[in-house]
């Protein structure tokens, strides 16, 4: 890349008798190129991001637009734009892993993670890719076979497997296909049975490995059996070692299911079961849309980043995933711009969060004048 001019660029505000809080100072230090991608702006918070965020741009009504890229070349070009963890389906890290042996998947899960480490990148979870194969038409955990209940459970036992060679302990459940298409199909008492039936085998399978189930109401299926962040706590209130079962929660997912994304996320940050996020947009309670995060609900968007700050969400070691698809439209050069602009997005709003008066807060919530403080919230996100 040819950089010929650098640009730095320091903002701060100070509300007045109010000191300089060091938190609000945004620091941009960026060669003019890069000044979309906010690859700079400071933040406390590690970002991760999968393989799958940038792909071919098929839709269930037209073929691919763009070229695939490299694995390889996705993870240098995700160091690059300022992620620090990769995200993983269990079949992105060891392809066609349904014809190799157990000892065959963890050798191509240690090559892998020489890829990782190569770049400087961690591993933040592995998930069963339970929705593909025709094993998986009916579910994975809840089908009404024994076989694909029983492979269902294999993909899970060898995403074990592929996280202790990528060095993480994070397997993420996204229930796809947990559901009904036709709601007199399954029972759903049994299907919420036999989720926990099979989590509760993942965590004797190996007694280090935390799971993350990542709820969703609908999509593909019809009815799902875990579709918010509450179905998911009280599923893990339920299994053998409820301390090692949390959540990650996808801003889409809550709006689908007519939530607010910073609630969700507040109601699992209530339990400290939230050990992952999955931030995008979504106009409405439409298609699944995993448009870049904050692009139509700005005000949302914010809240989610001031309860993660308010919370010291990361902590621990937790990641800010961006769950976000390109748009179809996009052109192969520009297919990384979606994760640039959520990134910058997640950054700005983080500076914001960090500038929010709380003393003002207080005052407006004394006099009950929220709509005072309404207004407040709005000039933040509307002046610079
Ligand atoms: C789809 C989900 C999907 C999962 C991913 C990890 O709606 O958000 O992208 O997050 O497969 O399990
Ligand atoms: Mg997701």
Not at 134 to 163: L, Q, V
Request: charged letters at 30%; glycine letters at 8%; a neutral charge.
């Amino acid at each position: 890349m040819k950089v010929d001019r650098w640009c730095l660029k320091i903002n701060f505000s100070v509300r007045r008798g109010h000191s300089l809080n060091l938190r609000s100072v945004v620091v941009e230090v960026c060669p003019l190129s890069l000044l979309g991608g906010g690859k700079y702006i400071m933040t406390k918070f590690k970002f991760s991001v999968g393989p799958w965020n940038v792909h071919e741009g098929a839709d269930a009504f037209g073929p691919e637009v763009r070229k695939s890229i490299a694995f390889e070349k996705k993870v240098a070009k995700f160091k690059e734009v300022g992620f620090d963890a990769v995200q993983f389906h269990d079949d992105d890290a060891v392809p066609d892993m349904n014809s190799l042996t157990d000892a065959q998947i963890r050798t191509k899960a240690k090559a892998v993670r020489k890829i990782l480490d190569k770049n400087g990148m961690a591993a933040e979870f592995v998930a069963p890719r339970l929705w593909m194969d025709p094993r998986t038409a009916d579910g994975g955990f809840t089908s009404n076979s024994k076989e694909d209940r029983e492979f269902a459970m294999w993909r899970s036992y060898r995403s074990i497997d592929i996280a202790n060679e990528l060095g993480c302990d994070k397997i993420v459940l996204w229930l796809a296909r947990e559901g009904t298409l036709c709601a007199e199909s399954k029972s759903a008492v049994e299907g919420i049975k036999r989720l926990i039936e099979s989590i509760d085998k993942m965590l004797e399978y190996d007694k280090k490995i935390k799971i993350l189930i990542e709820p969703k109401p609908n999509e593909p299926i019809d009815r799902s059996f875990c579709g918010t962040i509450g179905h998911v706590m009280g599923m893990s209130a339920a299994t053998v070692d409820p301390s090692r079962v949390g959540g990650l929660l996808e801003s889409a997912h809550a709006i689908l299911a007519g939530l607010d994304p910073a609630n969700e996320i507040s109601f699992g940050l209530a339990f400290g079961k939230l050990w992952g996020v999955h931030l995008n947009d979504q106009n409405g309670m439409k298609y699944d849309q995993d448009k870049a995060f904050g692009v139509e609900n700005l005000r949302q968007a914010f809240n989610q980043i001031r309860v993660l700050v308010e919370n010291n969400y990361g902590s621990k070691g937790e990641y800010i995933g961006l769950d976000v698809k390109a748009m179809r439209t996009q052109k192969d050069d520009v297919s990384y711009r979606h994760l640039e602009n959520s990134l910058k997005i997640a950054k700005m709003l983080e500076e914001k969060a960090g500038r929010f008066d709380y003393a003002y807060q207080r005052e407006c919530i004394e006099k009950r004048d929220y709509e005072a403080l309404e207004m407040y919230v709005m000039e933040l996100l509307m002046k610079g």
